[in-house]
């Protein structure tokens, strides 16, 4: 079963490796409503100090509706996490 399994290459199985692979040109993120007057969103930041637009968010896509709670979706900071061969490693 294990052999069958081919995991995302730019997932990293240890967060040493992720510090030493090419830095990342863009950050995917989740803008949260602090008083949910506003849906949650999803935001696109450039991270290239070499780009006219750097530090700024490219892209934002709004959720349909308020109270989608994404905070609540799961996601783990360490791709490590994400490896299904590397075990958890954060």
Known sequence: MLESLR????FH???RLAMQAAR???CYTALLSRDRARPDALAVVDLDAGSPTYGQVLHRLDMPNVGDEFHHFGWN?????LHPMSGPAC
Request: proline fraction near 27%; charged fraction near 20%.
């Open 7 to 10: 995991p995302d290459p730019t």
């Open 77 to 81: 900071a360490c791709s490590a996490a």
């Open 13 to 15: 199985p240890t967060p």
């Open 24 to 26: 990342e040109r863009f």
